[in-house]
Structure formats: structure tokens, C-alpha cells
């Protein structure tokens, strides 16, 4: 076999999610909602890299990525790389970059936060959570209400339909 052999093939016209942090792939397949699509999809995971020793690759035919899917990725894996294909070329690339303030991405935790309030009514205070990104590496992002500190495995997301998603990987 040919060490130049492809061993994820090319895709006609997509996305291609590159330079995943090594054991996110999964991860950003569910909490981006990309795993739900009925595209054809090739995932490499614990790839060799020359950049990074083990890095993960996500293929996916047809499907092109929000601006919220992309800050998803910057929070999991500020060195991905997000590739627009079209014709089996790269017409688009781009780095993924971590915003200075996180809004209506991340649940906080603290329960006496504003975010967490409860009205006489029975329903939540309609107020947004925002963060602020102290340090991208390693992550640590503020409540801008309540003040409370996170680090990366300590994030909730919230994601489609407002569900919590919590992050099962650890960084290597």
C-alpha cells in the first residue's frame, strides 16, 4: 500500500472539519446537531497528523456549517480548520476562532446566577447566559452575571432544543 494513499477520500461538495482536537469528533457531531443529517459522513478519529501527533477529520457531503456550529467547534477545538468544498476542491478555508464573549452557547452552572432565576409564574427570567473567554488555552470563561470561572470540562452546552450536553472528553 502507498504511504500518499488517501485514507479519508475526498468529498465532491461539503464541509471538511479539520485539525479536531483528537477525541472530539463524536462530540462535535452531536452537540452541532451534523450528526442528525442523512449526508454521507466520514469521520477519522486518532488520525496521524503533521502538525499535532493524533488529530480527528470530519467529512460530510452537502451540508455547510452556521456561525453558532462554528463557535461550537472553536470552544471544543480551538485548532480546527473548517474547508467549503465544491467540484472535490477547497473553494474556502478557514480557522475556527473562539469569540471574546460566548452568548446563549453555554448553561451556567450556578444556581443563584440571574441566568437560573425563577419567576413567581413557575417559568425561567428570560435572561441569556454570556461568557467571557479569560484564556483560549487552556479555556477558562466567565459568567459576565454571576462571575463563576469554567474550565473546559466543566462546560455545559446548551444545545438543539435547549437540552444540556455536557462534555465527556478530557484534552490530551
Not at 488517501?6 to 471538511?16: A, F, M, S
Not at 477545538?77 to 465544491?86: G, H, K, M, R, V
Not at 473562539?98 to 425563577?118: D, G, H, M, S, Y
Amino acid at each position: 500500500m502507498s504511504e500518499d494513499k488517501l485514507k479519508i477520500e475526498k468529498i465532491r461538495k461539503g464541509t471538511v472539519i479539520d485539525h479536531i482536537n483528537a477525541g472530539y469528533a463524536l462530540t462535535i457531531l452531536d452537540l452541532t446537531g451534523i450528526a442528525e443529517s442523512p449526508n454521507l459522513m466520514t469521520i477519522g478519529i486518532n488520525v496521524l497528523s503533521k502538525k499535532i501527533p493524533k488529530k480527528d477529520i470530519i467529512k460530510i457531503e452537502n451540508v455547510f456549517l452556521n456561525e453558532i456550529q462554528m463557535q461550537q467547534i472553536s470552544i471544543l477545538s480551538p485548532n480546527a480548520t473548517i474547508s467549503l468544498i465544491e467540484d472535490y476542491k477547497v473553494i474556502e478555508k478557514k480557522k475556527v476562532k473562539i469569540p471574546e464573549i460566548i452568548k446563549k452557547l453555554i448553561v451556567c452552572q450556578n444556581i443563584t446566577c440571574i441566568t437560573n432565576a425563577e419567576l413567581p409564574s413557575g417559568g425561567k427570567e428570560p435572561i441569556d447566559t454570556e461568557f467571557t473567554v479569560l484564556t483560549e488555552k487552556p479555556l477558562k470563561i466567565q459568567c459576565v452575571y454571576c462571575d463563576r470561572i469554567y474550565k473546559l470540562d466543566e462546560i455545559t452546552f446548551i444545545s438543539k432544543g435547549r437540552k444540556e450536553k455536557k462534555i465527556k472528553q478530557q484534552i490530551l
